[in-house]
């Protein structure tokens, strides 16, 4: 069958046979599969990161927080607000460098720990493989990631 061009050969142009739209269609369910999930929390999927991130440790920068999790500070720091007016996070200026601003706990963030317990073995489900299959995804996407990320300096 010939495509558009008159070639009979498979056009590269072709939705279907792109990675990065398989990842990105993916990225995109992934979220949507959270949102029912996290809807008891109160959470959105980039909030619950922000709180993941804390619950493994309390009292990080804006800058370190926005580095662990991609984000920019202009996309951070509104997500860091609506955490901050639900009770969950304190923001404060570090007392070393007061130019830094710490991101910390409130007694209602800590407690939330528990209540989302249940959500990574729910999401592990709806992921529908096994724990080592998950991990050597996971593994493979970081390193596409690295990859990427690589490619994107060495374009500059």
């Not at 050969?9 to 279907?16: A, M, P, R, V």
């Not at 493994?56 to 984000?71: P, R």
């Not at 963030?109 to 959500?119: I, K, P, Q, W």
Request: aromatic share 6%.
């Amino acid at each position: 069958m010939e495509n558009a061009t008159g070639n009979a050969q498979e056009s590269q142009l072709k939705l279907s046979n792109f990675l990065c739209f398989a990842i990105y269609s993916t990225a995109n369910a992934v979220t949507r599969a959270y949102q029912p999930r996290l809807a008891a929390l109160g959470l959105t999927y980039p909030q619950y990161l922000v709180m993941v991130v804390l619950w493994e440790q309390e009292n990080q920068t804006v800058k370190a927080i926005g580095d662990k999790l991609s984000l920019d500070s202009g996309t951070l720091t509104p997500l860091l607000k609506r955490l901050e007016t639900a009770g969950l996070i304190t923001r404060r200026r570090d007392t070393v460098d007061e130019r830094q601003v710490l991101i910390g706990l409130t007694d209602e963030g800590r407690s939330m720990r528990e209540r989302a317990e249940a959500v990574p073995t729910a999401m592990g489900k709806a992921f529908g493989c096994t724990m080592d299959e998950a991990q050597t995804l996971r593994s493979e996407l970081i390193a596409m990631r690295d990859n990427l990320v690589a490619s994107i300096d060495e374009a500059k």
